[in-house]
């Protein structure tokens, strides 16, 4: 059964950090880009990074770049985002994709 689990999602105040994952199974991870997207209320879906198979190339949505980092460890079938100096803007639901899906994870930035 293929799955993707995404988590590390939370409550965070202006100015720190989090670090999300994207956890795999069912599936060779490793074949596969996967790409970060999020969902603000009312918003539509925003594509945040791309990490290519073996990670070799990374894109980032032109407005985030330098404060989000996509990378993987394909031996664990992870995919990591840092995202540091968050603002409340960032607030959305979090998801991984490699046309696959996962649930989400919710970040919230609020003072």
């Known amino acids: 059964q293929v799955q993707l689990v995404e988590s590390g999602g939370g409550l965070v105040h202006p100015g720190g950090s989090l670090r999300l994952s994207c956890v795999a199974s069912?599936?060779?991870?490793?074949?596969?880009?996967v790409t970060w997207f999020r969902q603000a209320p009312g918003k539509e879906r925003e594509l945040v990074a791309v990490?290519?198979?073996?990670?070799?190339?990374?894109h980032y949505a032109d407005s985030l770049k330098g404060r989000f980092t996509v990378s993987r460890d394909d031996t664990k079938n992870l995919v990591i985002l840092d995202v540091t100096n968050l603002k409340s803007e960032d607030t959305a639901m979090y998801y991984c994709s490699t046309g696959f899906w996962g649930q989400g994870t919710q970040v919230t930035v609020s003072p």
């Open positions: 990490i290519t198979p073996g990670g070799t190339k990374t």
């Open positions: 069912g599936f060779t991870f490793s074949d596969w880009a």
